[in-house]
């Protein structure tokens, strides 16, 4: 007899850290691996933040706080949506948990009732779709284009709309893909979203991340039926790359952080009380660090963007946001180089760790076949030395039969 419960047994393992801890277990044995596959900043927390955490470990901070965050935490957030997004909210509009996944986790537990729809657009972050699964609700894939930039369109995101359709998730800018919208393109699906009352799930933990001169625009600031109508997600682990330290933060109505709170205070409980001094600092201190980073970060774009380009056969998207690339490699499928084969993008990946001692991620984990994740949140020497690496190991592979 067995104990799982169906629920569970319809949730597939995170693809992302799977292959990461496979990459870390291959490095632990002497092996050069290059990680590709990580989604996380590799430079330190900035020495403002950590001295914060330290201070709060000296000042005995070390026992449980209110349930949704800390009074300081929740006010820096406030003024920080106010400051970068022109967005007002109290504080009993704003959750703090530990880690903006958390927040999509209770929020989903909070909205779903069995049967209910979500639209997550197709690439999508590992996670929405199991998150919706587990809370009983029902994921309907909208699939977007690499012609497109991988951007949901209007058009696409009405025909995916049911009577059953309750939420819809916009990962702006996107994981995995990098795809960053416009205000004007924001305003097309979020019109739609009002039309028709649906719930929009808007995750900006990227927010600061983004290249070209793009202006990245918050949806609850597009106008006050946008406002009602969106959860933000949000937190400090990508933009002060903080991602151990687990705090993320989402604010919407008081109805749905009431909801939130609910489900964390039988979860998780608060946030990590060091962590969240850690994070007031985070957001109340100097800005200069996260500036810095998206500066390195669109410099590494752009280096292994040509890269990318130059290796026969791959087309790649040019990324406006986050720090990954969303690669096309169909044409090495159906391949082979002694007596391994590939035929998708998962033999792909493994045959890339094995003969070029280079982990990435395969595009069937983010729900598109034939597309590679490759994270440039590592140094340019690696970038370069990875890519090149893939490069050779694809010329050896010849067409099968």
């Not at 979203?193 to 983004?210: F, G, P, Q, R, T």
């Not at 026969?312 to 040019?318: A, Q, R």
């Not at 990946?349 to 395969?362: D, F, G, M, T």
């Not at 970038?383 to 690496?389: A, M, V, Y």
Request: aromatic content about 8%.
């Amino acid at each position: 007899m067995g104990f799982l419960s169906d629920r569970i047994q319809r949730v597939g393992e995170s693809a992302t850290l799977k292959i990461a801890a496979k990459a870390t277990q291959l490095k632990s044995e002497g092996v050069d691996i290059i990680d590709f596959s990580i989604g996380e900043p590799d430079f330190p927390t900035p020495e403002n933040i950590k001295e914060a955490g330290k201070k709060a470990i000296d000042a005995n901070f070390t026992k449980y706080t209110p349930n949704n965050g800390i009074a300081d935490l929740k006010k820096a957030i406030a003024k920080k949506l106010e400051t970068d997004n022109g967005l007002t909210y109290k504080l009993d509009e704003i959750i703090v948990s530990s880690g903006a996944k958390n927040c999509l986790y209770n929020l989903c537990v909070a909205i779903f009732n069995p049967g209910d729809e979500a639209i997550i657009p197709s690439p999508y972050w590992v996670s929405y779709p199991e998150m919706v699964v587990l809370a009983d609700g029902k994921p309907v894939y909208v699939p977007c284009s690499e012609k497109n930039g991988f951007l949901m369109t209007p058009d696409d995101f009405r025909g995916a709309i049911t009577p059953r359709t309750k939420a819809v998730f916009i990962n702006n800018p996107c994981n995995p893909t990098g795809a960053a919208y416009s205000k004007e393109e924001l305003l097309e699906i979020v019109n739609i979203a009002v039309e028709k009352n649906i719930l929009i799930i808007s995750d900006e933990i990227y927010e600061k991340l983004v290249y070209d001169g793009l202006k990245f625009t918050s949806i609850p600031s597009l106008s006050d039926k946008a406002k009602q109508l969106t959860v933000l997600i949000n937190g400090v682990s990508k933009s002060y790359s903080m991602t151990g330290w687990r705090i993320g933060y989402a604010a919407g109505s008081k109805e749905l952080i009431s909801g939130m709170s609910k489900v964390q205070s039988h979860n998780t409980s608060n946030a990590c009380s060091i962590s969240q001094k850690a994070a007031v600092e985070a957001l109340n201190g100097t800005q200069d660090e996260v500036k810095k980073m998206a500066a390195q970060f669109e410099k590494r774009r752009n280096l292994g963007l040509a890269k990318l380009r130059s290796i026969p056969g791959v087309t790649c998207p040019t990324p406006r946001g986050a720090f990954y690339f969303f690669a096309n490699f169909k044409h090495y499928f159906n391949t082979e180089c002694g007596e391994d084969k590939v035929l998708n993008g998962n033999d792909l990946a493994y045959y890339l760790l094995k003969e070029a001692h280079v982990a990435v991620v395969s595009g069937e984990s983010f729900g598109l076949g034939g597309y590679l994740r490759i994270s440039y949140a590592t140094s340019e020497k690696n970038i370069e030395t990875g890519l090149d690496r893939i490069a050779e190991a694809l010329s050896r592979l010849k067409p099968i039969g």
